[in-house]
């Protein structure tokens, strides 16, 4: 398992990391920190540039998701993570690819007052040899409070397991987070489990539209980006009736009919993924009431949209965009087709 430790920047998590592997048996530290510092020998500088913290990076999230689960096949036991996670999404993407490779994390929060925590921020060493370098740590973390402050208010507090550390040493604080992770008091996050793909799949999207013919788009929690309702096709499984089965689970939207097809786009294998054949189907208009009763948000989905089809450029990948063009396209002269990464073919 993991436990990961969050926290506002200066909250004391990789010193309350060091005191917990030591209390914890069969436990390691890994601070994704490294990958941080890793990157600007992996990456041009001008793409780095392009972001002001590298966790904008997908190569950096990527990168800690296999880092984690190739250190805990390699080692067994607990790793523990110290890295401040304040963007919702990233954490679903993170936290969801992890669960995708059966890794359970309990994700522990770090709460001081703020007072507490500014004490501490202005209160750090600053080395003879790098004055610079430290102010501009230190004020990158007093930068960071307001952004913590608001994650907590809005979905952080209800995520984690907190802990306030206002009165506690690093070492009373990792007793603490050890006691609650052995009680089992702090559960395995509430996340979808999505294996990776090891070979081509087939997968079903269903479109559902609103009294105003806008598309419904979800955000998924276990992986980056705006989507269809729909999912993988399971072994044995009609493709429509894959699609009907994942449009309940996800929004709670019991279609009647079986939906009609509207596009088949086969998707060219992109390393790290394989591609495989996608479907879209027509699952028809909800009227106010059926729209109204979308069970979200949960743990598959963040959130949902009813868009325009502009609206939907500006939100869906670009290949997933023109596969919904299509499908709307379709859905209008009333015959299916057949893409190709997208594009018509025939």
């Not at 402050?149 to 007793?175: C, E, G, I, K, N």
Request: charged residues 25%; glycine residues 10%; negative net charge.
């Amino acid at each position: 398992m993991i436990v990961w430790i969050n926290g506002a920047f200066g909250a004391g998590k990789t010193t309350t990391a060091r005191e917990l592997i030591e209390l914890i048996p069969n436990s390691t530290l890994f601070d994704p920190e490294v990958i941080g510092g890793a990157l600007p020998h992996l990456l041009p500088a001008k793409r780095l540039a392009e972001v002001g913290d590298y966790q904008d990076l997908p190569i950096w999230r990527r990168l800690v998701i296999d880092t984690a689960a190739a250190m805990l096949a390699e080692l067994g036991g607990t790793l523990v993570v110290p890295m401040t996670l304040l963007r919702q999404e990233y954490r679903d993407e993170i936290f969801g690819g992890l669960a995708a490779r059966r890794i359970g994390v309990r994700h522990i929060l770090l709460a001081p007052a703020e007072t507490i925590l500014r004490e501490r921020i202005g209160g750090r060493e600053v080395p003879p040899d790098l004055p610079d370098g430290e102010m501009r740590m230190r004020q990158w973390s007093y930068d960071h409070i307001e952004p913590y402050r608001a994650a907590l208010a809005s979905w952080l507090a209800s995520d984690a397991h907190l802990v306030d550390t206002s009165a506690l040493t690093p070492y009373a604080t990792a007793v603490r987070i050890a006691e609650a992770v052995g009680s089992g008091t702090v559960p395995v996050c509430d996340i979808v489990q999505t294996p990776e793909p090891t070979a081509e799949t087939v997968a079903s999207g269903v479109l559902l539209f609103d009294e105003h013919d806008r598309v419904l788009l979800v955000d998924p929690t276990y992986k980056a980006g705006w989507e269809f309702p729909g999912g993988v096709v399971e072994p044995g499984e009609a493709p429509a009736r894959a699609g009907m089965r994942e449009v309940a689970e996800e929004t709670g939207i019991r279609l009647a009919d079986v939906p009609r097809l509207l596009v088949v786009d086969w998707e060219p294998p992109a390393p790290p993924g394989y591609g495989g054949l996608r479907l879209l189907f027509d699952g028809g208009r909800l009227d106010s009431a059926a729209a109204g009763r979308l069970l979200l948000p949960g743990p598959e989905l963040r959130d949902c949209r009813f868009v325009t089809e502009r609206e939907a450029a500006d939100l869906l990948p670009p290949v997933r965009y023109e596969r919904l063009r299509w499908a709307l396209r379709a859905r209008e002269r009333g015959a299916a087709l057949y893409l190709e990464a997208g594009v018509p073919v025939g």
